[in-house]
């Protein structure tokens, strides 16, 4: 696949919660990673911001250079 083509080691539907970022409530209390295994093709990839760079400077080198 691409993600493997690009080493996108952190990119895909399912991903480890350890991998999630923490999430809050409005009330400041954390909360667990949604897991919607039956709708993840249709909730769409999750990636690493690092993963995400991967793939612009893929396909669009000039884009990513003039990132500040």
Request: glycine content about 8%; overall charge negative.
């Amino acid at each position: 696949t691409l993600t493997e083509q690009l080493t996108m080691n952190h990119t895909g539907f399912c991903i480890a919660d350890e991998e999630i970022a923490q999430g809050h409530g409005k009330d400041g209390r954390k909360q667990s990673p949604l897991h919607a295994n039956a709708f993840a093709p249709a909730i769409g990839l999750k990636a690493s911001l690092e993963d995400v760079m991967t793939f612009i400077q893929f396909i669009s080198p000039d884009l990513a250079k003039k990132a500040p």
